[in-house]
């Protein structure tokens, strides 16, 4: 099947061209530096948390903000609306986790060693979870459109959250990784190269994959899915139009990316956490300073938390 070009940013010839950059008369771009300076653009309010391990995924929902170490048997939540500000709770899973989700009352890990996807109450993270047999080694997982969805090498699962059974398998073309649920759909990155799109509530294909280049993660909200490819680009996508959203903004070492509190957030292997204007794609204001390697995003329960896989650490940014 061929896949669909998007408005010039992505190629789906044999050697597509390099993805755009914003103009650099202001500023360089690689370095993560954007609209105006730190004096023009307030500076949110940001509080480390330490919670020990390698912290390499983070998912806040269902009252509290989970932390996957996909290192260790071992994970954490932060409850930030509780008084006093407890510290980080620990509990152990099967075994290390390398993604997590939330929604529908439960909190799901990916277990790619057991081959499982893992349910935890968020009430009581103390009893054992409820584990879910998968073929191959989940490795990204996702809530939304009535289902919790799981990629597993070449396969998508659905998962329905009432019963914990898997009630569909979808196979991929390729290789699955970044996966996001939004605006009806289930994006799915492929092999790296393909954006396929799933319909939520029929799981079939819709229309033919978008063609990228290196991408890796993806986030999907108010109306946009943006990209973080390893040419250091961010590209938002109208998830109506499939119109590029401006040009793709470059950041350098970008790493992960989230969607809310009126902006993007990307994270980047030089310790920062740069803002995106969710309409422009432009980059606004000076880059964020966070932990060592912050590999993975979130926004939920009032906050952006970031986890720092290089020093244990979880970053809260309040906007």
């Given amino acids: 099947m061929g896949a669909l070009a998007l408005a010039g940013v992505f190629s789906g010839e044999e050697e597509p061209a390099q993805p755009l950059r914003p103009e650099t008369t202001e500023g360089d ?11 023009a653009v307030e500076r949110p309010d940001m509080k480390t948390i330490q919670v020990g391990g390698r912290p390499t995924a983070i998912a806040a929902g269902e009252g509290s903000v989970w932390i996957a ?8 939540a932060i409850r930030p609306r509780h008084r006093g500000n407890p510290p980080p709770a620990h509990f152990a899973l099967l075994g290390p986790a390398a993604d997590v989700a939330t929604g529908y009352g439960g909190v799901w890990f990916a277990l790619p060693e057991q081959g499982t996807i893992e349910r935890r109450d968020p009430s009581a993270t103390a009893s054992a979870g409820e584990q879910i047999p998968v073929d191959g080694f989940p490795s990204g997982i996702a809530a939304g459109g009535g289902s919790v969805w799981a990629v597993s090498e070449s396969i998508v699962l659905r998962i329905d959250p ?32 393909e954006l396929v799109r799933i319909d939520a509530s029929t799981g079939e294909d819709v229309e033919e994959p978008i063609a990228v280049r290196d ?18 680009t961010v590209t938002g996508i109208d998830t109506g139009s499939l119109e590029a959203v401006g040009k793709p903004a470059r950041v350098r070492g970008a790493l992960d990316v989230a969607v809310g509190e009126q902006a993007v957030w990307v994270t980047s292997s030089d310790r ?16 964020l300073p966070v932990g060592d390697e912050p ?21 809260r940014i309040e906007p």
């Fill in 29 to 39: 771009t690689s370095r993560g530096e954007g609209i105006g300076d730190e004096d």
């Fill in 69 to 76: 170490d996909s290192f260790s048997d071992e994970a954490s």
């Fill in 162 to 193: 009432a019963s914990g059974e898997v009630s569909d398998e979808i196979e991929l073309s390729g290789f699955g990784s970044g996966v996001a649920v939004g605006e009806g759909l289930l994006w799915v990155i492929v092999d790296n190269r």
């Fill in 215 to 232: 991408a890796s993660n993806i986030a999907v909200g108010d109306g946009s899915a943006w990209l973080v490819s390893a040419s250091e």
């Fill in 272 to 287: 920062t956490v740069t803002r995106l204007d969710p309409t422009t794609g432009e980059i606004v204001g000076a880059p």
């Fill in 295 to 315: 590999v993975s995003v979130s926004v939920g329960e009032g906050a952006v938390w970031v986890a720092n896989g290089g020093d244990g650490t979880v970053t």
